[in-house]
């Protein structure tokens, strides 16, 4: 896999040379690099940082690995989590997974196999970033920042188009306007709420809804894109 540009990564680990060695390689390997030695510096990063991978040790003082990633996935964030830990144990793998992470490694580790783990996550989790995805009558293109609906392409503005993209990818997902407003606008937006409904009212415009049957509203929940 080629690197593909604007990637973020944040490794999370208590030993200073495991951090340097992995973030040389990393950097190395084309990727964005943040890195926290501790579990509170984690999620301050996190909130910053936004990263699509985070590369997160088990066992450190205070905040451990356990909590740092029950704590990212129950923000929302759509960030894979890939733990490390010194322990063989079928417990601990158990315990992570159940929690959230998305894959487990042991340490010691081959730097070849961290990567072979980032890459697999990153085209399970983020496959827009490798290209064009087919999601009904849609095209959604990341690399262009462009969407096709029924082989035309739509003129978007950016914020039209990370909306439009949002509910797409989670089409017959009930998205209340607080999410929309926290995953397209971001967690420091100081808008009104009711500007979701502006940018709705243009999109189905754009894709010619006028009976509401693809963007669907659900009075009181929030809105639904039906692409059945």
């Known amino acids: ?5 604007g990637i973020r990564i944040l490794l999370v680990d208590d030993e200073p040379h495991i951090l340097q060695f992995l973030e040389l390689g990393l950097v190395n390997e084309g990727f964005d690099i943040r890195t926290a030695p501790d579990g509170m510096t984690a999620i301050t990063l996190a909130q910053q940082f936004n ?11 205070g905040m451990d690995g356990f909590e740092v990633c029950r704590m990212l996935k129950k ?9 490390l830990t010194a322990k063989d144990e079928v ?16 340490k010691p ?11 697999a996550r990153l085209r399970n989790q983020f496959p827009m970033l490798f290209g064009e995805v087919a999601i009904g009558p849609f095209k959604v293109d990341d690399r262009r920042k462009e969407i096709v609906f029924n082989g035309q392409v739509l003129e978007l503005s950016p914020t039209e188009y990370e909306l439009l993209k949002y509910m797409v990818t989670n089409h017959g997902i009930v998205l209340s306007k607080a999410t929309i407003l926290d995953k397209v606008w971001g967690y420091d937006f100081g808008g009104e709420e009711n500007i979701v409904e502006v940018y709705v009212r243009s999109l189905r415009d754009k894709l010619g809804d006028k009976e509401h049957q693809l963007i669907r509203t659900l009075r009181g929940a929030g809105y639904r894109v039906d692409l059945s």
């Open 75 to 83: 923000s929302g964030s759509e960030v894979a989590v890939i733990m």
């Open 109 to 119: 580790f081959s730097f070849d196999e961290l990567l072979a783990r980032i890459r």
């Open 1 to 5: 896999m080629k690197p593909i540009p």
């Open 91 to 106: 417990d601990d793998r158990v315990k992570g997974l159940t929690i959230g992470a998305d894959d487990y490694l042991v």
């Open 51 to 61: 990263p699509h991978i985070v590369i997160l040790d088990v066992m450190m003082p």
